[in-house]
């Protein structure tokens, strides 16, 4: 905690930094690190107004997690280990965002991918968290070799892996080029930040310890895709237009489609993965609009306002020692500070005047609607989606009467759940703390001072940030948003009607909804056991046993084979040497006589 402290330390001072050159890149030399014919791999440091904005969003978040983890993995086996995961990932992080190489980014890229592995399987004892960390794991395998093959497109073509020279350089790339290398970035954030269709394995990273799940798969992690975009938005701008469509499209899509999942889910730290899919969503669609300040501005408010919701339902869950609204409920009493907390996350998350997220959401939609009205409705329908979801879990879990809780899973962080009480101190100090940023973190942006800044991380040319407020985009928000928190109320609150009526007539809807419109199915069993496995498995498995082992076992057979011949040739009978001497000399005279014989014709 200290050495976070410390890093959080110097993040302001590289803040402050930054801020006096309006956000533009600090000239750091950077070191070669390996020369190898013509591969030059050179290490440095990047600052300027993007890093210097992701640097204050990971230490600060790390900070009080880490603080928030004291009290939440007390008791708990794996206490020090979990730590030691929790500082790997940190580093591996702060490492990705102040890279100045490509190269370097894609090592600390990796780095991340395997922190978050560590720290989903924590409890590893438990199939289900196992099987969570083995999934992430490889579903976001498919999006890094995308990237992988990026990384070596890029450096065919330029010779180098310097992310500034690349930047500047995109211009000279042919469009295929360009097509191909972004299209791999693409893939890479697109498996990282969880995009349809490789969203799959963020729900399931749920198996790991809630302050984890606040840390890397809500405020920091997730957000290294829209961050590897926007620190090649250059290269992006300069693509043929159809690549930052297709961007703006999966963001767009993804965004609706996770929401829809987020309605159904009855498991409180489901509802903010789906939720987290969403915004990311968001992100991705506001970069592939040319909203790079509005995709910037709400990652950095999403990241205070999901991780206070992430720390709030593990707070609900140290209480009552599940993660099912089902089995929650009247805890708005016993649970006071969790209770306001979590509703002030709700309210930003939900984009309500004048909280954080209002003024990111916003900012979004306004880029869609001058750029492109049927992204624009998706998103305002998504704001009215979330508003809904988001205050149906505060009706469930803290409205109505108490349901029992369960038997805590895991010994020595569960508590007596007939009689639900306040988190200890190490816990909600820390909820306390990011309910101020969740408030007012948005105002940065209120003169357009943070957009000015972000933007001195490109090139002159790209920055076009105007402060703007539209009176109808705002109005239409801010009604979508109401009239989700107002069904939600009725459905959940007054029952009028009750939820399970709207269920039932749903019917089958409800349920291809619940089961995540049977993805998991069409990855697991169909492109995993049937189509890796059995189909393209089958046919490497049958090419090595009948192709590769009969050839070398061939080879060991003929060379087998013709050791035995040799091997009977060297019997140590010397009447045997003697006939094979007499006979090699009868046969030279022969052959000797006969070129003789040739000559003298």
């Known amino acids: 905690i200290l050495a976070i402290g410390l890093s959080w330390l110097l993040a302001l001072w590289a803040l402050d930094t930054s801020l006096d050159i309006d956000g533009e890149a600090l000239g750091f030399p950077s070191h070669e690190w390996v020369r190898l014919f013509d591969l030059h791999v050179s290490v440095g440091v990047r600052l300027d107004g993007l890093t210097a904005v992701m640097l204050v969003v990971v230490t600060s978040v790390s900070l009080l997690v880490q603080i928030y983890s004291t009290g939440y993995m007390q008791g708990d086996g794996g206490y020090a280990r979990y730590f030691a995961y929790m500082s790997l990932f940190t580093a591996a992080m702060l490492g990705l965002v102040v890279s100045s190489s490509l190269l370097q980014l894609f090592v600390h890229w990796e780095l991340v991918g395997l922190s978050s592995y560590l720290l989903i399987g924590f409890w590893f004892h438990k199939p289900s968290a196992a099987a969570a960390a083995k999934k992430a794991f490889i579903v976001t395998r498919f999006g890094d070799f995308g990237f992988l093959l990026a990384v070596l497109l890029i450096w065919s073509k330029l010779g180098t892996f310097d992310i500034a020279a690349i930047n500047e350089g995109a211009h ?130 999403h990241a205070f306002f999901k991780a206070l919701l992430f720390l709030g339902s593990g707070s609900v869950n140290h209480a009552t ?111 306390a703390i990011l309910a101020v940023p969740a408030i007012v973190i948005g105002w ?45 109320a009725a459905l959940y609150f007054y029952r009028q009607p009750d939820a399970s009526v709207i269920r039932k007539r749903l019917g089958p809807v409800h349920t291809l909804v619940e089961r995540k419109y049977f993805l998991d199915e069409l990855a697991e069993t169909v492109v995993v056991r049937w189509v890796l496995l059995r189909g393209v498995g089958g046919v490497l498995s049958a090419i090595d046993t009948h192709v590769i082992d009969r050839a070398v076992n061939g080879v060991a057979s003929a060379t087998r084979l013709a050791g035995d011949m040799l091997r009977r040739a060297q019997s140590g009978q010397l009447q045997a040497y003697s006939s094979l001497f007499l006979i090699g000399v009868i046969v030279s005279a022969v052959v000797v006589v006969g070129i003789s014989a040739d000559q003298f014709d």
């Open 444 to 488: 940065v942006n209120i003169g357009g001072d943070f957009g000015e800044f972000v933007e001195g991380a490109l090139p002159t040319g790209l920055r076009h940030f105007e402060a703007e407020i539209d009176p109808f985009v705002l109005a239409v928000s801010t009604l979508f948003a109401l009239a989700g928190i107002g069904l939600a």
């Open 172 to 301: 000279e790339l042919s469009s295929a080029v360009l097509v191909g290398f972004t299209l791999g970035l693409l893939a890479g954030a697109v498996g990282k930040s969880a995009q349809f269709p490789l969203h799959i394995w963020l729900p399931d990273a749920m198996e790991g310890p809630t302050p984890v799940s606040a840390l890397i798969h809500a405020a920091t992690m997730v957000v290294a895709g829209v961050y590897l975009i926007a620190r090649f938005f250059p290269s992006f701008e300069a693509a043929p237009s159809e690549v930052l469509s297709t961007v703006a499209y999966i963001g767009g899509f993804t965004a609706i489609f996770a929401a829809t999942m987020g309605i159904v889910a009855t498991d409180i730290k489901r509802v903010l993965a789906y939720s987290t899919i969403s915004q990311l969503g968001y992100m991705v669609m506001a970069l592939g609009l040319g909203g790079y300040v509005a995709a910037i501005f709400h990652l950095f408010t």
């Open 321 to 431: 020692n599940t993660f099912d609204m089902r089995r929650m409920g009247g805890l708005r009493l016993s649970m006071p500070i969790t209770f306001w907390t979590f509703v002030i996350g709700a309210l930003s998350l939900s984009g309500v005047f004048p909280l954080a997220g209002f003024w990111s959401k916003d900012e979004i939609l306004l880029d869609a609607f001058n750029h492109n009205m049927l992204l624009f409705w998706v998103g305002v329908t998504v704001a009215g989606m979330t508003a809904f979801y988001m205050f149906r879990a505060i009706f469930m879990t803290f409205f109505g009467e108490y349901r029992g809780g369960a038997e805590p899973e895991e010994p020595g962080h569960g508590s007596d759940q007939s009689q639900p009480h306040e988190s200890p101190r190490a816990m909600w100090v820390p909820l």
